[in-house]
């Protein structure tokens, strides 16, 4: 589903061949995605109704297929923004690219993206503390690396449910933007 989400967000800017495509799309963890994803995605996406294509001709080199957004996909996007299940709440990739596309769900949706990402994140650190609780017993089972593994999760946890909660309260989001 990310895929779908990053090519389909990219395509707002308007249209692009499927190399650009490639180029321009980055995980939230600035990795690139991989070709195979890339056109096996637009292939999809096409076949849905929710990208045109066509072909431009070039000279010297093979025709460029060029994507671009249809209505359908606007509405596929705006779609597989809002849909965050719980079951996909604890992946930082799926949130993350949720949270770059904010603007383009209502209020009420940003809401419950946030309320189902903190519960997410409240387990993730429930379960890092009962690591640590347990360490603490019996500290001769644990090694010290892993310890310290699991204090740095926590540390980390505990930032990015502030982060979250933060946006969730203050409202900093902004109006929803027409894609």
Not at 2 to 9: A, H, K, N, P, R
């Amino acid at each position: 589903m990310v895929t779908e989400i990053l090519i389909l967000s990219n395509l707002l800017a308007g249209p692009q061949h499927g190399y650009d495509i490639k180029r321009n799309v980055r995980r939230p963890g600035l990795g690139v995605v991989n070709n195979n994803a890339v056109y096996t995605t637009l292939k999809r996406l096409h076949d849905r109704g929710a990208l045109d294509r066509r072909t431009v001709e070039t000279t010297g080199r093979p025709n460029r297929q060029v994507f671009s957004l249809t209505d359908a996909g606007r509405d596929l996007l705006i779609g597989r923004v809002a849909d965050f299940p719980p079951s996909r709440a604890g992946d930082d990739e799926e949130f993350y690219v949720r949270f770059a596309l904010l603007d383009l769900v209502d209020e009420a949706t940003r809401a419950t993206i946030f309320a189902t990402r903190l519960q997410a994140l409240d387990e993730r650190m429930a379960t890092a503390q009962a690591y640590l609780d347990a360490s603490d017993d019996d500290a001769t089972r644990f090694p010290v690396q892993s310890v310290a593994m699991f204090r740095h999760l926590l540390d980390q946890l505990r930032s990015e449910r502030a982060w979250v909660e933060h946006y969730s309260r203050d409202g900093e989001i902004g109006a929803p933007r027409a894609p």
